[in-house]
């Protein structure tokens, strides 16, 4: 029970982070919580705007998608979240935005390329972008399969979700995660400041290479290598 | 009488929420609301502030441009708004603003393709963008021509109202609508957020291709189809 | 001595209204009040941040820009003021900044083409740019130099400083005026988001052309004409 | 002791000044605050979050990078501060942020031509951007190296730190200095606004010159020449 509260209210405080820094507007946008011991993640009731969510307000699931508690009907992403918990071990928290820069990104389906140190300091390959989904998967199991597409997308790509912890669905926008439900906002707005840099700096230039890889390597370790020197810990 | 209360407020109200969305600086917007069964609407008087507005200060009109109630001059746009009104049936919301992304589209004179699923879940085809307007038709009675002109472009490209809520109108800016006033500035909002993806877009890709047909189809169904899945009802 | 408290009471709120209009950063910013009557105006002191003016802080000049009033330097960019005051019969008001979108459109010595109705709203013809100013006119008197600069750009292209309310120096950035301090900081806003708006056109499309000039007629004289009916007046 | 608490107060005021200034989400920014006479710089603690800091907070360092007082972690970026307070005499505030218009012109690798007088106001150079570090340097004390290739590309262009107070660490972004921690942000925010600027003007016009040489030296002296006379000293 105590387990289901907590769940509840990281949910609640993830997705009132949305707004807090603009990655939606209107209710443009979700975020999950999940806790492995017991298999169960509390998500955003669907299209109610953000200052009427409360703690008690959030859906909570299991992994089959049965409602355990809650009398709301959940996102209409809920699949997508469930799959993710279900495929990438370890992954605690899950954020779906509409935020424009990453958008735009996901709507020319392109991936964004490692420009600078910024990019580097929260992963050391390019932001993946999927394919779009095919008319079959669509009518099958729309939401569900949009899990499917990301999944695969990290196998074909040989992808770690725990390196990459960010993804653009063709033609519809973002998904990120992280080891809680605030990581996960946290890297929703990480993705959405390294989208707006790539698009400025292709407008400064349209030739610009990436970093070198010997930078992007430092950058990452010096965060979250072995040897990690940057934070309080 | 307590329709042209009922009116009245929410007029006010909608308006008031053009300048929370940032839609228009100054009053560079107006909103209306229509009731079909008096076939009244209210309207924002003429080049008042929005911090000065009241819901007593809206002007009443029926649809032939007779003034129902009120001290202050209506709008200058209100013979759009009567046009629209007898024109899409059904509708019970108008909003026009100059919000920057749709001006920039409407002075192009381009129609916004449908390049991802935030258009999708709110339309199936490219917003339209109107012809200019000719120099009889200027002459003769500007704003109401106006309203004639969107009526025109609906009809020539077999649109309906009912599932397209936008238009540019060439070298001008955006009008949108809804089944309530409240709606057409949500619409106002949607419109500037999926111009400003757009444009964001063509500048990762200016090859960019539409959204493949069955992915819009899908995302308006889930909406607004007959087994939409959106929401809590 | 009345005619001199207006003047510092309107100079002191038009100044504080560049930053509620989002105009300038820091300092990056000046608006004048002028009374034709006495021949005087109020300025703003120079290099004194916005939150630590008070009416009493600005500086009253003639038009020989000798101090009437006040204990601070007055802005650099008096002299500017000045000339412009002696030349351009009618205005009792001037703002400068260095607003982002103008300033690119100066920096990249640009006349702003009329695309739409936003700017015909305000003005029938482009905003105009200057040449940049000599090396003898920089050494003789800069300030001075800049409003020669620009009333010579006027009387070369045969503007009406009553039509055209709004002008870039080359390489620097805007100037705006009108009957009051206050029109002259809304000028100001306008041009801003003209320049935006263009600059936003020209993404969607960089061969667009202007608006048809019937049209920009139209939306000069419905605010501006003989038979204006924008407004409560 | 009450240098140290002075310095303490700066470096803390001065890194609250990036919030407010919009330079950094998140922690993505830290500002020092030197003491030329002691030796000593105060520095914000590694990855604390701006709401949480305090005075006592700020950690002191001497030149040599031995912590004089505090108790948490410094900056990662604490000997790139170190270098330049070893290397640029004169200078007594730093501020490195991830401002997303100065990381554009970084990560492109470009410096960024004097456009206007917004630049000249504040320096009559390009803003200079470094090379890439080598692997080896990466390799060897990559934050000490990035001071290195800071002071070794104004040694090879022949530039003086008290004029040109802004470079740009290719792929990374902006580093600002000043006579004062406060001055090192003012520095930063002028830096963001000028690569701004001159990323619209590039889109009115790609083919834009720099500004004529005789305007930028104009510009300059009026705010840094001996016979400077803006403001009120």
């Not at 699949?79 to 990453?102: D, M």
């Not at 992280?178 to 996960?184: H, I, K, N, V």
Request: aromatic letters at 10%; charged letters at 25%.
């Amino acid at each position: 029970m105590d387990t289901y509260k907590t769940l509840r209210e990281e949910a609640f405080e993830a997705n009132l982070e949305i707004k807090r820094q603009n990655l939606a507007i209107y209710t443009w946008g979700n975020v999950s919580a999940f806790d492995p011991c017991s298999g169960v993640f509390a998500i955003k009731p669907s299209g109610v705007p953000y200052d009427e969510l409360t703690p008690e307000s959030m859906v909570l699931l299991d992994l089959d998608g049965r409602i355990v508690e809650g009398k709301l009907k959940p996102s209409s992403d809920t699949k997508t979240h469930q799959v993710l918990y279900r495929e990438f071990s370890g992954i605690k928290g899950i954020t779906h935005t509409h935020s424009p820069y990453a958008v735009a990104w996901a709507q020319a389906k392109k991936p964004v390329p490692v420009f600078g140190t910024t990019h580097a300091d929260h992963g050391t390959e390019e932001i993946p972008c999927t394919e779009f989904m095919g008319p079959e998967a669509v009518k099958n199991d729309y939401e569900l399969e949009t899990g499917n597409l990301i999944v695969e997308t990290f196998r074909n790509k040989g992808l770690n979700p725990a390196h990459v912890t960010m993804v653009l669905v063709a033609g519809h926008g973002p998904f990120t995660w992280g080891d809680s439900a605030a990581r996960s906002v946290y890297h929703g707005a990480v993705l959405e400041e390294i989208c707006k840099m790539a698009i400025l700096t292709l407008r400064v230039d349209p030739q610009t290479k990436p970093l070198p890889e010997h930078i992007i390597k430092k950058h990452w370790e010096r965060k979250h290598g072995p040897n990690a020197y940057y934070g309080q810990k």
